[in-house]
């Protein structure tokens, strides 16, 4: 669910932002709208700038390439969702065609590759300009280096897994659980390790078995796969629950 996103404070009553639509790659650069009108009335003027209709678009707001929020309550003043220069409203909408008899054949307007690369009001374009998304060197090599390391310490995790060996699993939402390594390897149709432990009580999912494959056999709801970033390898006994002891 969308949040209402407050940016840093300004003392213009007026924000500038850039305008693109699900219908094509034209953005409208630094459109200026007053920040008390509502979102109504900004979709008003967004349908005389896009060709949408203020009935059935939906605005949402980027910056860059990475979505923020989405512009739901009509009767919110503009100022509510955004309050800072530079952002990016897009307009997405079905972009009736009217006057169009869909039994006629039209010819599909296409540009290639280059001629795309030489527009200059595009989004690409637009992102590229403003080193973002993809187009930041910077924050796509602090991606990768991220990636890498993660892969590198499941790996590590996973060389630690050994079949056999006594595990404590912790993943979020569940409760920690003791079990035995009974997998350790690639499950067909998802991607990564995984590592298949036969939990000490019936608190897993399975009975070693995904998508009619048995990885190893044991009591139906005892057997579960988690990411070896999920499991600790030690000396953990079966725990004991003394019923009588219970009052």
Do not use: W
């Not at 006057?99 to 296409?110: A, D, I, S």
């Not at 912790?170 to 035995?180: A, E, S």
């Not at 036969?198 to 990411?227: H, I, M, T, W």
């Amino acid at each position: 669910m969308s949040e209402i996103v407050h940016l840093d404070n300004s003392d213009s009553s007026f924000i500038t932002v850039n305008v693109s639509n699900s219908h094509n790659d034209v953005v409208a650069f630094e459109m200026k709208f007053a920040k008390d009108i509502t979102v109504a009335q900004l979709k008003s003027k967004l349908e005389i700038l896009t060709g949408g209709c203020a009935g059935t678009m939906k605005v949402e707001l980027y910056k860059g390439d990475n979505h923020m929020t989405s512009l739901t309550n009509n009767d919110a003043k503009l100022g509510f969702y955004i309050n800072c220069n530079g952002l990016r409203l897009h307009v997405v909408d079905t972009f009736a065609s009217f006057g169009y008899n869909e039994n006629e054949t039209v010819e599909k307007f296409e540009l290639t590759q280059d001629q795309y690369e030489q527009k200059t009001n595009s989004v690409r374009n637009f992102l590229k300009q403003n080193r973002l998304g993809k187009y930041n060197e910077e924050e796509m090599r602090q991606m990768e280096e991220k990636r890498r390391e993660q892969a590198e310490e499941v790996q590590k995790r996973a060389e630690l897994c050994i079949v056999g060996s006594r595990c404590q699993v912790t993943v979020p939402g569940n409760p920690t659980r003791r079990g035995t390594i009974k997998y350790n390897g690639e499950l067909e149709g998802k991607t990564g390790i995984f590592i298949g432990v036969q939990y000490d009580e019936p608190l897993g999912k399975n009975n070693g078995s995904v998508g009619g494959r048995a990885y190893f056999v044991c009591p139906p709801n005892y057997g579960g796969f988690v990411s070896p970033l999920s499991v600790e390898v030690g000396d953990f006994p079966v725990e004991e629950f003394n019923l009588d002891d219970e009052l």
